[in-house]
Each structure stands twice: as structure tokens, then as C-alpha cells.
């Protein structure tokens, strides 16, 4: 189950049911099942909050993706993902304008971005980022050809 809230924001205007029928397509490439996700869209300043509290990081970010996928395993249930995804909406659109690209891709971008953590793509090593970005393109063109 996909679920959308938030927290000190207006919720962005999704259309929840393609996102979610998009999310699980994306997830189906990488030979895994949607579990439970929850997406929380907060502003800069909740994002710093759980950034200090849970990751001892000092700065704001677009998204913090906790992964619940090894509590699956644990339990026998394999080849499912399952997550928190924090989303900054204050920094989504600032790096909308730094990318010079509209709010809204950059939206989708980063909804993306955490299912691909959650399906084991890394961006944080040599060369992880570039694998990263084509992974994102990729997905942002399954979405546009649902």
C-alpha cells in the first residue's frame, strides 16, 4: 500500500492512483513488490529535523528514504520494498529552479528516486550517481508512456 501525507504542507497535486500504478511498474523492472511506502511531504525545516534526528546530518536535502526492506526479509518476505519517504517540497523547487525544469519534474524525480534507493540503486559511491540519474530518466520515461 502507497500512502501520501504530509506534514506542514499543502499536498502537492498528485494523481495518486497513476503514481502509485507508476510506482509499482517501476518497482515490477527491478523484480520487486510494492509493500507499504509512505510518502511525507514536509518543508526544509521538518526535513532538517529528521535529517539531525535519525542521521546526525546538519542540512537540508530533497529526500530522506528510510528502508524497511531487511525487516521484510527477516521476517521471510522477500523481493518486496517497504519505506518512510521524506520529501522537502521547499527544496524540490529550489533545485526545479537551479535545474531550470519545472516544479513538477523535479517532483516526479525525486518520488522516483527514493523507490529506486528502495530497489537497491546507490548514488552516494564513485560512479553511483551517473547509474542513478539514467535510472531516474528511465523511470520518468515509463511514466510518461502510461
Request: net charge negative; aromatic share 8%.
Amino acid at each position: 500500500m502507497i500512502t501520501y501525507n504530509v506534514d506542514g504542507v499543502k499536498m502537492p497535486k498528485i494523481k495518486k492512483r497513476e503514481v502509485s500504478s507508476w510506482i509499482k511498474s517501476v518497482a515490477a523492472t527491478y523484480g520487486k513488490k510494492v509493500g507499504d511506502i509512505a510518502y511525507i511531504f514536509c518543508n526544509d525545516d521538518k526535513i532538517l529535523e529528521v535529517n539531525k534526528q535519525y542521521l546526525n546530518h546538519d542540512y537540508y536535502t530533497d529526500i530522506i528514504t528510510f528502508d524497511y526492506n531487511s525487516d521484510l526479509e527477516e521476517i521471510g518476505i522477500k523481493n518486496t520494498i517497504s519505506g518512510d519517504l521524506f520529501i522537502s517540497l521547499d527544496t524540490v523547487l529550489s533545485n526545479s529552479e537551479i535545474q531550470k525544469c519545472s516544479y513538477e519534474d523535479e517532483l516526479y524525480r525525486v518520488i522516483i528516486h527514493g523507490i529506486l534507493h528502495l530497489c537497491g540503486i546507490n548514488d552516494k559511491g564513485p560512479g553511483e550517481r551517473e547509474i542513478m540519474e539514467g535510472e531516474e530518466n528511465k523511470a520518468l520515461t515509463l511514466r510518461l508512456n502510461m
